[in-house]
């Protein structure tokens, strides 16, 4: 299991920090409509950006435990 540094947008293969760059540079109505999907299991996955303890990197919108880049749950 890894992060998800590329997903499709459109049809083509971008990284996170262009996706991210997308989402930035859009309007709020665009915002709304981006589609960017899981190169491995294509449901819906929006980018996250670096923080102090993670990568920037994609994460599903609704959890699917079936894709290769899931993430695993966590226990608090």
Known sequence: MGLALQCK???H???VDK???VRD???QEY???LQFECD???KPVRPRAAGD???AH???VKQNPECSYAEPPREY
């Open 19 to 21: 996706a991210l760059a």
């Open 25 to 27: 540079g859009a309007t």
């Open 13 to 15: 293969i971008i990284t």
């Open 40 to 42: 491995k299991c294509g």
């Open 58 to 60: 994609f994460v599903h």
């Open 31 to 33: 915002k709304r409509s």
């Open 53 to 55: 303890k993670h990568v």
């Open 9 to 11: 947008f459109f049809g």
